[in-house]
C-alpha cells in the first residue's frame, strides 16, 4: 500500500512547520481535535490540558498536531497564541463535517468535532489522533435522530481514533451496533470491556481486544491494506480512563440522569447537546467531572503517541 504517511500538499492546509518535517521525514504524528478546547471544557484548564497533551505526546517520541480552522485556513498543528484564541475566542464555533467547506469559503474559525478532525487529518496524512470520547447515537435517538456525524466519518475515513469510549449521556449499545453496520473496528485497549468515558465500565462488551500498541498498529495495517482504493474506514480504540481518576458507574448515573432531565427542561438540541451536557455535569460534580476528563484525553495521548510510532515503523518496513 502507499505509505500514509507521506506529506500531503492540499490548497487549504497550512502545516505547523514541526508536522511538515515530521510527516516528511516519515516520523510518528497524532492529531488532537480542538472542540475539547473550545467546547469542551472551561478556560483556562481547556488551553493548559491542551498544552499538557501536546507535551506528552512529545515525551512519548510523536509530534502533535491539533487541528482547527483559522481564518478559512485547515490547520495542522497550532502555535501556543493558537491555542489561545481556540480556547477563549467565543466566535470559535464548533464545526461538523457539513460546517466545514461553509467555515474555509466564510474565512471563520471553526473548532473541529473528532469527525472534522478526522476529515482533516486524513487530507493531511496523519493516521491516529487522540480524543477525550467521540459522539454517538444519543439516547431517544429512534425519535430524535440524534447520531454524531463522528460515527459516519468513521465508516469512511482511515484514521484511528483513540478515545475513552463513549459517555452515557449516549446509548452505548446502539453506538456499538451503528459502529457494526458501519464496519469499524472497535478495539479495546487491554481491557475486554467497552469503556464508559468517565468509568471504566459499561456493561458491554468490546467487540474485539488488543493488549498493547503494537497489536493495535498491526490490526490498522492490515485494514488499510484491506482496503479497496479510496475507501478503508477508521477504527475506534478504546482506552478506558485511569483508575486513580476513574468516576465509578453508580455514582456518574445519576448525575447524567440530572443532566438530561435540566437540558429537556432549558430545551437545547442538537450541535449543543454534548457541550451543554459536559458543563452541567462539571457543575453537578463539582469539578470532579473535569478532572477525570483531563486524565483520560492525557492517557488517550500517550497510547495514540504509542500506536503511532508502531505503526510508523510497519509502514517503513512495509
Ligand atoms: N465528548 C467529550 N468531549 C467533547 C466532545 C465529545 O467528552 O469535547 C466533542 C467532540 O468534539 C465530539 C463532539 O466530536 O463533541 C460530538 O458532538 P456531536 O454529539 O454534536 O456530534
Ligand atoms: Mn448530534
Known amino acids: ?43 483556562p484548564q481547556n488551553v493548559q490540558t491542551a498544552r499538557e497533551v501536546e507535551l506528552l505526546i512529545r515525551e512519548a517520541g510523536a509530534v502533535p498536531a491539533t487541528i482547527a480552522v483559522l481564518r478559512g485556513r485547515l490547520k495542522a498543528g497550532l502555535s501556543d497564541a493558537e491555542l489561545e484564541v481556540l480556547g477563549t475566542n467565543k466566535r470559535v464555533q464548533k464545526i461538523s463535517v457539513r460546517d466545514l467547506p ?66 452515557s449521556i449516549l446509548d452505548i449499545g446502539l453506538t456499538l451496533e451503528y459502529l457494526e453496520t458501519q464496519g469499524v473496528p472497535v478495539i479495546g485497549y487491554g481491557v475486554s470491556e467497552f469503556p464508559a468515558f468517565y468509568s471504566r465500565q459499561s456493561g458491554f462488551m ?43 458507574h453508580a455514582e456518574i448515573a445519576p448525575v447524567i440522569e440530572q443532566a438530561l432531565t435540566d437540558m429537556a427542561a432549558q430545551n437545547i438540541h442538537g450541535k449543543d447537546t454534548t457541550p451543554y451536557l459536559l458543563a452541567r455535569i462539571a457543575q453537578i460534580t463539582g469539578g470532579r467531572s473535569l478532572t477525570a476528563n483531563i486524565a483520560l ?8 503517541a504509542q500506536i503511532a510510532a508502531e505503526l510508523q515503523q510497519l509502514t517503513r518496513r512495509g
Open 102 to 167: 461553509f467555515t474555509v469559503a466564510r474565512g471563520g474559525h471553526g473548532a473541529t468535532t473528532v469527525a472534522t478532525t478526522m476529515r482533516v487529518a486524513a487530507l493531511a496524512g496523519i493516521r491516529v489522533f487522540a480524543t477525550g470520547g467521540t459522539g454517538g447515537v444519543h439516547r431517544g435517538a429512534a425519535q430524535t435522530f440524534d447520531i454524531s456525524a463522528d460515527l459516519t466519518e468513521l465508516a469512511r475515513t482511515p484514521v484511528a481514533v483513540v478515545s475513552a469510549g463513549v459517555k
Open 206 to 248: 468490546s467487540p474485539l481486544v488488543a493488549e498493547d500498541a503494537a497489536t493495535v498498529a498491526r490490526a490498522l495495517y492490515a485494514q488499510w491494506a484491506l482496503a479497496l482504493p479510496g475507501q478503508g474506514g477508521g477504527a475506534l480504540i478504546a482506552n478506558p480512563i485511569p483508575q486513580h481518576a476513574e468516576i465509578p
Open 297 to 304: 484525553v492525557k492517557n488517550n495521548a500517550v497510547v495514540a
Open 1 to 43: 500500500m502507499s505509505s500514509p504517511f507521506t506529506l500531503s500538499q492540499h490548497p487549504l492546509l497550512d502545516f505547523a512547520p514541526e508536522v511538515a518535517q515530521a510527516l516528511a521525514e516519515q516520523r510518528p504524528v497524532v492529531a488532537l481535535e480542538s472542540t475539547i478546547i473550545s467546547h469542551g471544557m472551561p478556560y
